[in-house]
């Protein structure tokens, strides 16, 4: 079955610390790549995305993704974390193959940024 | 302007009643999809509606389950005879109708669903 891996459930780092989340998806074909982000009490909202052009994608508040088709991956990064970063990323993928119709989401990576 | 809402807030049921949620989308926004959210689980899809097409019901864990979509706006989601299991948040999304697949899907704040 398709499906998309977030390897870390739970991160913790101290502010200016450097971030890297993975995301790996079990996809062939033609995908579409997204980083969902979950405040917490606020909706979940779209921090960057890919769909063609270049594989370095950058989205809101300094973060930046890269897709590396040869490893399914599309790891999201961030150079010096802030408090205000603590929040619920979420990795999701769409694809050719099931008519663009649907997101399927990662199981999550909760970020905790101490001060 | 507005974003995707959701009603209600919250709702708590017994097991066996029959809840409906609902979700108004973005104006504009053509396509429409529920998921759901478990405790410990990551986002689950369950139905995505475009248009006047017929909606891709593929997600939906049973027949328990419904979903409609009236003039190609107000979306309500039916849950009968609910289960304990079927507690979790609700989450409906809209975007622009599909072009290759990557719109944006914008997310309401959910309903928060407990079944007693």
């Known amino acids: 079955a398709q499906s998309v891996s977030q390897h870390n459930h739970h991160v913790i780092l101290s502010e200016a610390a450097s971030l890297e989340l993975g995301c790996n998806y079990s996809?062939?074909?033609?995908?579409?790549l997204f980083w969902y982000v979950q405040y917490p009490g606020q909706h979940l909202q779209l921090l960057l995305k890919?769909?063609?052009?270049?594989?370095l994608v950058k989205g809101i508040k300094g973060f930046e993704a890269e897709f590396i088709k040869s490893k399914f991956s599309f790891n999201l990064r961030k150079p010096s974390v802030q408090w205000s970063d603590t929040a619920e990323y979420f990795c999701?993928?769409?694809?050719?193959?099931?008519?663009?119709?649907?997101?399927?989401f990662g199981t999550g990576t909760r970020l905790l940024v101490s001060p | 302007g507005a974003g995707v809402s959701q009603s209600p807030s919250n709702k708590v049921t017994e097991k066996g009643k029959d809840v409906e949620l609902r979700c108004d989308p973005i104006?504009?926004?053509?396509?429409l999809y529920w998921y759901r959210q478990s405790l410990g689980q990551g986002l689950e899809f369950l139905i995505y509606?475009?248009?006047?097409?017929?909606?891709?019901k593929s997600g939906l864990p049973s027949d328990r389950f419904s979903a409609e979509r009236t003039g190609g706006s107000v979306s309500t989601l039916t849950i009968q005879r609910t289960q304990q299991e079927d507690s979790a948040v609700y989450l409906c999304?809209?975007?622009?109708?599909?072009?290759?697949?990557?719109?944006?899907?914008?997310f309401g704040p959910g309903t928060r669903l407990l079944v007693l």
């Open positions: 509606f475009q248009g006047n097409s017929a909606p891709d």
């Open positions: 996809y062939g074909g033609t995908v579409n």
């Open positions: 999701a993928v769409n694809s050719k193959n099931t008519g663009f119709q649907k997101l399927v």
């Open positions: 999304a809209s975007s622009r109708s599909l072009a290759g697949g990557g719109e944006t899907q914008y």
């Open positions: 104006s504009g926004h053509t396509a």
């Open positions: 890919y769909f063609s052009g270049d594989p």
